[in-house]
């Protein structure tokens, strides 16, 4: 499974923009091209979230606080986990080894050999798989948890008296 930092993918917009434009293309042009770009990248990768407490906890231990952030995203991640960059002064907190693509590619071509074998239950893989929605459910219901709860008064309050309506009608159909 493939992961990118949420705080990196500005930062993956910025940089292609400005290649592009130094490449010629128009402001406008290299937005439309990095728009359908990202679309791409978000298609083959999950997105990693960044924690508040990740950088309130963490922000005096880095002097870079991109590579501090994809660090610390990449510690949540479950099993055997690597950042891939070429920045040889990219700083990982000593949380995450560090490769270069070529070491990546070959590690992940060792591990593919080495994994025949699969685990019976690994809920923690499960959970990384549906990490996405997971978060999205649980920001909705923290930040919108006081509409909900209106919402379900309201909807009660409905049932109430569709409840009532109901049988009025049926005390009336009895009676008569």
Not at 66 to 83: C, W
Not at 102 to 120: N, P, R, Y
Not at 133 to 150: D, K, T, Y
């Amino acid at each position: 499974m493939t992961w990118v930092s949420a705080s990196s993918i500005p930062v993956l917009e910025y940089v292609a923009k400005r290649e592009l434009k130094n490449d010629g293309a128009t402001p406008q042009e290299a937005g439309i091209i990095v728009k359908g770009l990202i679309a791409v990248l978000l298609d083959k990768v999950n997105v990693l979230s960044n924690f508040s407490w990740h950088m309130s906890d963490n922000y005096h231990r880095c002097s870079d606080i991109e590579d501090a952030q994809i660090s610390l995203a990449a510690s949540e991640l479950h099993g055997e986990t690597i950042i891939v960059t070429a920045d040889c002064a990219f700083y990982t907190l000593d949380l995450v080894p560090k490769a270069s693509p070529q070491q990546a590619l070959e590690w992940v071509h060792k591990e593919s050999a080495e994994s025949a074998e699969i685990g019976f239950i690994d809920l923690k893989a499960q959970q990384d798989a549906i990490r996405p929605q997971l978060e999205r459910n649980i920001h909705r219901v923290l930040h919108h948890g006081a509409g909900s709860a209106a919402v379900g008064r309201k909807a009660c309050r409905v049932y109430g008296c569709q409840t009532l309506h109901y049988c009025s009608q049926w005390h009336r159909s009895t009676t008569h």
